[in-house]
């Protein structure tokens, strides 16, 4: 045989699905599971799904009561994936010991999110939003309006309208829709 297995190293594939909450383009709002290795980034996980299609099992739109199953979703018309629970790994290990800033992230709609991007000192906002491909994982976010708090979330790229490091003394946070 050959293969990570028959070499000793232990296999990251979770055996356990994973919940994952996503907020969709059209603010259709998705619960389900999914299967990511247990150190696998979501950032990565769903930049690299082949067409941009995504599994999701035991999914359903809970404002509709459905009954849950199978789905497959278009990952560029997700705005927003968090995980509950906080079993998944959102950042990778590079995002890691770099630095962190507190930014105000303004998405389509208005809706202001609040959290902590992995940027080096001095690093320009814009040169991290060009680097980072079509998702970026944010730490400790939260919602501007109300101070929810969602945790560590990803944000497709384009559904990023404004974003601004987080100026608390300086007035709220921007974006009139929060």
């Known amino acids: 045989m050959t293969g990570p297995n028959s070499r000793g190293t232990k296999s990251t594939k979770s055996t356990e ?3 994952l909450h996503l907020i969709m383009r059209d603010t259709t709002m998705l619960d389900g599971e999914i299967y990511i290795g ?26 509709l009561n459905e009954n849950p199953g199978h789905i497959v979703i278009q990952t560029d018309h997700i705005v927003l994936a ?17 630095g962190e800033r507190a930014v105000d ?8 999110v609040k959290g ?3 940027l ?14 079509r998702f970026i994982g944010v730490k400790a976010a939260s919602l501007a309006s109300d101070g929810r708090e969602l945790g560590d979330v990803v944000i497709h790229a384009t559904a990023i309208t404004m ?8 007035g709220p946070a921007i974006g009139a829709g929060d």
Do not use: C
Not at 105 to 112: K, Q
Not at 163 to 170: C, F, P
């Open 17 to 19: 699905p994973k919940r």
């Open 38 to 63: 247990n150190d696998a980034p979501l950032v990565q996980f769903l930049a690299n799904r082949k067409g941009g299609w995504m599994n999701m099992i035991r999914a359903r739109r809970p404002k």
């Open 82 to 98: 968090s995980a509950p629970e906080g079993n998944v790994l959102v950042l990778g290990a590079q995002a890691h010991g770099v």
């Open 105 to 112: 992230i303004v998405l389509v709609g208005g809706t202001t």
């Open 116 to 118: 902590i991007l992995p």
């Open 120 to 133: 080096a000192p001095q690093q320009r906002l814009s040169d991290y939003l060009s680097s980072s491909g």
């Open 163 to 170: 974003l601004r490091e987080s100026r608390e003394a300086a």
